[in-house]
Structure formats: C-alpha cells, structure tokens
C-alpha cells in the first residue's frame, strides 16, 4: 500500500466584495468591523442609498443593467449599479447620493474609496467577461456631476495592492486603531459601534469627545403580562391576541424588545422575524425571575475569541472586578448620602456611610477576586443595613422592611427589588446580545443557573440608579397599594399582576430620563447607557480602555 505524504489539497480563496474595498479605501477600521467581526448597521444614509437605486430603477428613459459578477483568478465579486454601452464600449457606472470631492481648483473628483470602488467594478468585469473595460463613471447626484475615471495599469495594480491588503487584514486578530481623520468617523453608519471618540478619549484624556453614539433608542419595549396571551406575526408586524381582548398589532420597526411574563406565548414565527428584525425577546415567570433570554448573535467570533483570551487572565478579570465593586460600591453609599439631604442625620446612616467610605480605600488593595467578594459582601451589608433608614415616617408599615431577603421575598420592598433587578437583567442581557459578546464568559461572577456570569457582572452598574432609587421614590411618593398591588403566600411576598404592570411602567419611565457620562462627557438616555456600557467593556481587551466602570452617582 502506497502512503502519500505532505499531500497538500489546494484551497480556494473566497473572493472579496468589491463594496468592501470601499470600505478599506474609507477606513481600515470600518472594513474589519464589517468583514471579520461581522458587524453592520443600517442608519438613514444607508436607507436614503436604497431609495436612490429604487428610484433609477424606476425610470424608464434609464438604460439600467444590474448585474452580479465573481473572478475567482481576480479575487473579487460584486453587484455593479449600471451596466451600459456608449459607442460600442461597456461602461460601469456607480451612483452616490451625496457630492463629489472638490480639488484644489474647485474642480469635481471622485473621493478616494468610490473611486478604487469603481476601478475595482471595472476590473473585475475584464476579468469575469474577459472584455477590454476602458473606463468606469461615478454619478454624484447631489451636485450632478459625473466624473470619469479611466482604467489603466496603475488603477488595475490599484485593485490588486486593496485585494491583498483585504486579505491580510480578515487573517488579524487585532482590530485596528481608529483613523487619524475624525470627519470621516462623523458620517460613518458603524461609529455607534467602533466609538471612535470614546477609543480616541481612551488615549488622550484631554479630548473633548463629541457624540457619535445615538443618545435613545425610541422602539417601544413591550411587556405581555397577561397570562396565556399568544405573540405571533401579521406580515411586517408584531401581534398580540390577549384574552378577551382586541387584537393588538405593533410595527415592527417601532419595536426593541418584547418580553413575555409568566404564560404568555410566541410563535416560531414571531421567534425568526424578531430575530431578523433585531428584536430582543425575553422570559421572566410569573414569579418575576429572569428566566432567559432568545439568543441572535450570529458572526463576531473573532471578538469572542479576544473576550476569552481577556477573561481567562486573572489580572485582567481582578482588575475589572475591582472597577466594578468601586462603581456599585461608590452609587450606594452616594445614595444614602443623598437621601440625608435637607433631613436628620440618623445614627446608622452616618456610621454606614462612613464605614462604607473605609471599605471603598480597601477595594483597589484586593489582591484575588475572593478577598474582592469579602469587601463587596461588607459594602453590602453595610448598604442594606441603613437603606430604610431612606423610608419615610408616613409610608406605611407594610411597606418598610428590614434588609435584604430574596428568592423568595419576604416583603413587599424586597419584592419590589426582585423584580427590578430582573427587568435589569433584562435588560443588560439584550445590551449584550446585541453587541455581540459571550454572556457565559465573566470577570468576576460564577455561573450559575438562568443567569449568565457577564449579564451579572454588568448589572451591577446599574442597580443603584435605575432599581433601588426607583423603589425608594415610590415608595416614599405613596404611589404603591398594600393590597392590590402585592400577593402575600404565608411568607412569601409577590408583586400582584396590577403591581407589576405598575413597576414596569415606573422602570421604563425611569429608563427615559437622561444622565451626563461622568468620564465621557455627554448625555444619553439610561436606555442607551446599556448598549455603551457593553461596548466600553470591550474596549478594556481592545487597547482602548479606562472608560467602563465610571457610572457613579454624583
């Protein structure tokens, strides 16, 4: 029997998209966000493109050829706008929505990506038709003018030198630095995902950032608490069929998550559209525990693979830990500072204040994530100790308590905190999904079952500000009914559904407001503040840290 040795099968190369060395051409940044992490959004530019094609596609007089080409020898593949012929020549045209660039004569060029964009068109339909192309054309419809670009040697070595450039950057693992020119980043439909202020504030604490990042995402969230209420899809919409009820149907563009309490109900339909749509879907029982949530993420796993490869280092994951135990530790004690102002200083609350302050200078001085958990459960402790101190005299009896208790509550404040704390984590877990990172893979909690380690350790950023001042305020405004809004089981204390439908609309309420980035500057919604919060942890393992952890009440 004869053994082959060193048998080398020869491997295709996948082509490159002729869109994605515009991409290079604009930003090398911009073309590994979309080519080996995946990512894309659409912004009104990107639709407002769309429109523009439709529209050219509409006009008769329009002698219009869209066609699709790949060269396996070239290395390329693409969709061309316009194909046309002009004295017997094959022309490819591109057409661009905005203006074209101006020399220093005032004279009309084409920019620099569209114009390797059109060299790129050109040269792979020589190569796919094995015709002569002579030259391509770019329409700036914003100022009609129409550049023409001729295909010659240097604009073909142009093509090739972008190609192997491409090629080298999808076999990185390391994203590249932002780009040196800040304008380009300003008209960039992925500066909500590169932060290229925030990576360049990251270097140079002295940069005034301006915000790139949308400051609220608007879609509603809908809450189905009802019950046996049944979530299907009615063509590009969301339908809801609650019992005895009309049936309800939303856009689905006006939607950002759905989140089904306790038996409610949602097709496998439902289930792929919301996944195409980019709509979170989230379970909580009846009991308001987090349950899980639908998993999307689809690509990005060369950013997993970095997230891994952080979070297994445990100097990486104690330095984390460490922010993330000031950050939280910092909120509650500035929290039980606040609500002393203008009031009487009670005797617990100034010892709790000051013991937490000394505990917060032990903080940086862990030297394993076990000694971090002993200062945490004393920051704790110290916190829930003196918070009902906060309560008002005239609240009710019903509704003060006496520390912390869960799983299961037995009063009705901790009811209240359950429950927040698991629209939290909510939300925190379709903060993450949405980026794209690993849930399973923390810093600083264990796993555990239902929730993920990372949604964990994010959570508790945000509990102070969003959970406890939210309860501790209504509770104090009287807006709570100690019967109708509670179930009492022997011990065992429930938001009723009535309760709950309150709470959510108070959470959601409170989510709306805005506050200023105490380390970025500029102000967002708090429902934003959970997608950026995410990005900037990824930043840490990305070369551009020093930004997560900063949220700490003034």
């Given amino acids: 029997m004869q053994i082959l040795e060193h048998l080398e099968i020869p491997t295709k190369l996948e082509t490159i998209r002729v869109s994605a060395l515009h991409a290079l051409a604009y930003c090398r940044r911009l073309f590994y966000l979309e080519e080996v992490e995946e990512l894309y959004t659409q912004d009104a530019a990107v639709f407002a493109g769309r429109r523009l094609h439709a529209e050219l596609e509409k006009q008769e007089d329009e002698e219009w050829e869209e066609l699709f080409l790949e060269s396996e020898e070239l290395g390329l593949r693409g969709r061309l706008d316009a194909l046309r012929t002009r004295d017997g020549q094959t022309i490819p045209y591109e057409h661009k929505r905005g203006r074209s660039h101006r020399d220093a004569n005032n004279q009309p060029q084409a920019w620099e990506s569209d114009r390797l964009q059109i060299l790129a068109y050109a040269y792979l339909l020589e190569s796919a038709l094995q015709i002569t192309i002579a030259e391509g054309r770019i329409r700036y419809h ?17 093509v090739r030198e972008a190609i192997q450039q491409a090629r080298i950057l999808r076999q990185s693992t390391h994203r590249p630095p932002v780009i040196d020119n800040e304008r380009l980043c300003a008209r960039c439909s992925l500066a909500p995902v590169c932060l290229p202020e925030e990576a360049r504030l990251a270097h140079n604490r002295e940069w005034q950032p301006i915000r790139l990042f949308p400051e609220d995402d608007e879609r ?153 958990l002993g200062f945490e459960g004393n920051l704790a402790a110290l916190y829930f100790g003196a918070l009902p101190d906060l309560i008002s005299p005239e609240v009710s009896v019903e509704l003060h308590f006496a520390g912390r208790n869960r799983r299961p509550p037995l009063d009705r404040f901790n009811a209240m905190l359950s429950f927040g704390y698991a629209l939290l984590l909510k939300d925190v877990m379709n903060s993450i999904l949405t980026v794209g990172l690993e849930p399973a893979l923390g810093f600083y909690h264990q796993p555990r079952s239902q929730a993920a380690p990372l949604a964990l350790d994010l959570l508790e950023i945000f509990r102070v500000p969003l959970v406890d001042m939210t309860v501790m305020a209504s509770v104090n405004r009287g807006q ?75």
């Avoid at 998550?257 to 339909?269: A, D, K, N």
């Avoid at 309760?499 to 919604?525: D, N």
């Fill in 142 to 158: 914003a100022d009609n003018v129409l550049i023409h670009v001729p295909l010659d040697d240097a604009g073909r070595a142009a």
């Fill in 220 to 372: 509603q969230i809908i809450h189905v608490l009802e019950p046996g209420t049944a979530v299907g899809r009615t063509g590009e919409q969301i339908k809801i069929s609650r019992r005895n009820q009309p049936v309800e149907t939303v856009p689905a563009r006006q939607v950002g998550q759905l989140v089904l309490h306790s038996f409610s109900q949602i097709s496998t339909q439902a289930l792929h559209f919301c996944a195409d749509q980019g709509i979170g879907v989230h379970f909580i029982s009846g009991g308001g525990r987090y349950l899980g949530s639908f998993d999307t993420r689809q690509g990005s796993i060369q950013r997993r693979i970095r997230q891994y490869a952080a979070l297994s280092n445990p100097e990486t994951c104690l330095e984390l830990a460490q922010k993330l135990v000031l950050c939280r530790g910092q909120g509650q004690r500035k929290f039980l500072m606040r609500g002393i102002r203008g009031k009487a200083k009670t005797e617990k609350l100034e010892k709790a204040i000051a013991q937490m302050k000394a505990v917060l200078k032990q903080v940086p001085q862990a030297k394993s994530l076990e000694s971090l």
């Fill in 480 to 554: 709570w009914d100690v019967k109708a809004d509670f179930e009492v089981r022997g011990k065992q204390v429930w938001l009723s559904e009535v309760g709950q439908r309150k709470f959510v609309e108070m959470y959601e309420c409170r989510k709306q407001e805005s506050w200023k980035h105490p380390a970025i500057g500029y102000s967002l919604t708090y429902r934003r503040l959970f997608e950026l919060e995410v990005r900037l942890l990824e930043k840490e393992w990305s070369g551009e840290g020093g930004l997560f952890g900063q949220l700490i009440l003034r």
